[in-house]
């Protein structure tokens, strides 16, 4: 079974620096998907940044940008000019070919002004 | 955002009792995933639907049921409540599989006592 791993509990960062956080996941599978979800305090979960497993060129979306790393098996997170707005739980998630997607425990991001 | 939602919203019952979460869209997507978010876990799928009556079972399944008579609602029932089912609980959709993207409801947060 796949698993997904953060292994980093909590993050802090500073207004206006850059952070990573990091995903390990593992599989057998060749063709999957990666995904970055934000749940601020509201609860509510919103997509980040995805990742197709096929393509070798890094997925950016504005300022969140990720590293994959196939063979290491590795999806790290990039925030750039961090701002407060970005202080949330951060999922990583992994889905195969088929619709069930698998989650990590989450990161806590604390953004200090 | 997608047309989300879910009801209710908060709910507090006692052990042994039945309770019914409703998860309703507004997009037609022919898929859709109930998860429950616990702290140390991250998000586990329920069951979810691939179609009107056509549904399967999640990683977390035991002492859930689920129905889908309409493509627009999809119900989770637990038929005993137990403590440990004190969650927080997510309705997702996406409109096919395989690569597309999951999208979440607000989440109902249940406490069983």
Request: aromatic share 12%; net charge neutral.
């Amino acid at each position: 079974a796949q698993t997904v791993t953060q292994s980093q509990p909590e993050m802090s960062v500073q207004e206006a620096e850059t952070v990573t956080l990091s995903c390990t996941y593992d599989t057998s599978e060749s063709d999957y998907y990666l995904f970055w979800y934000k749940q601020p305090p509201s609860r509510q979960m919103i997509l980040v940044i995805r990742q197709e497993a096929y393509k070798q060129q890094n997925a950016t979306e504005n300022r969140f940008s990720v590293n994959f790393q196939k063979a290491a098996k590795s999806f790290s997170l990039k925030i750039s000019d961090s701002q407060l707005g970005d202080a949330a739980m951060y999922f990583c998630a992994y889905r195969s070919g088929g619709n069930k997607l698998v989650f990590g425990a989450g990161t806590i991001l604390r953004v200090k002004s | 955002d997608a047309g989300i939602t879910q009801s209710p919203r908060h709910k507090v019952t006692e052990t042994g009792t039945p309770v019914t979460l409703r998860c309703h869209q507004t997009e037609n997507h022919r898929y859709m995933y109930w998860y429950r978010q616990d702290p140390g876990h991250g998000l586990r799928l329920i069951h979810y639907s691939y179609g009107v009556k056509d549904t399967d079972k999640g990683e977390v399944s035991d002492g859930y049921s689920v129905s889908r008579s309409k493509t627009e609602d999809f119900l989770l029932t637990l038929e005993s409540a137990t403590s440990s089912q004190t969650s927080v609980y997510f309705c997702a959709i996406s409109e096919v599989a395989g690569e597309e993207t999951q999208y979440f409801g607000p989440g109902t947060r249940l406490l069983v006592l």
